[in-house]
């Protein structure tokens, strides 16, 4: 096919031989099946951000870190420099997520490099060789949905142990590879430690894998494995290999109304005193 213009600047650099055909459009890039040097390859041309549908929601860059000082005091303003490094960040944080989760053993799609805003990876296949099916699209065996759930769940386990939450995890972001699923689409990656949303985004995750392999397991609905696994985060004793059980036991003790009430009190009297020894003044008026 013809070359597209996001893609002609890596064609001339020799880091594309061909462009093959289109794989997807989305609502956040277009993907196609290109060969480089000599091996296939997808190419994800992200979208300027007037032309995309998913935006760059606040609670999904809380926490993110910037390295350089400059660009950090230049995203915090509204100009139009400022907003070019923001979208720059966000494009370079499906990359970052990708190298950072391959490191850790995740199944995600191997990159090759990150140009132009271009974004090179491995193309994940079927058995035959033909471009993976996402999850949404293929039925399975109840020993299929136990096995690729299984898998799913020590992925977000090494996910989250590396600091990450994928933040939009469903069957329409997991591809089914002959070595099981791949999760992809990851520009909205969450900082685990940094974002005030995360516990209910990872649970999130976690819940609709739940859903999704329940439909052919049904058992696997009575499992509970996203509050297990954040509760071992937050306990400090997570780690890649951490032995799980997949149920977890709520707290059902009702909270006691009048020792809030009681806390809350005491709060308002706190900062009652601590103004009046602010402002003595105010006392005699």
Known sequence: MKTPKRLQSLADDGLIDEVIAQL????????????????LCCAKVFKEAKQRSFKQAVEYQEGR?????????????????GQKEQEEAWLNAEVDALYRLADAGVRVPKPRGFIDGVLLMEMITDAEGNAAPRLDDVTLTPDQARRYYDKIIRDVVRMLSAGLIHGDLSEFNVLLAPDGPVIIDLPQAVNAAGNNSAERMFERDV????????RFAPELLATDYGKEIWALYEAGDLHPDSTLTGCFEHDTHSADVN???????????????????????EEDQ
């Open 24 to 39: 997807m459009s989305g609502k956040e890039a277009q993907v196609y099946v290109v060969r480089s040097h000599g091996e």
């Open 65 to 81: 870190k910037v390295r350089n000082s400059r660009r950090a005091r230049a995203m915090s303003k509204k100009t139009r420099y």
């Open 207 to 214: 819940n609709n894998m739940r859903r999704y392999f329940g």
């Open 259 to 281: 020792e809030l009430m009681a806390i809350i009190d005491d709060a308002k009297e706190e900062e009652f005193e601590r103004r009046a020894r602010m402002n003595p003044d």
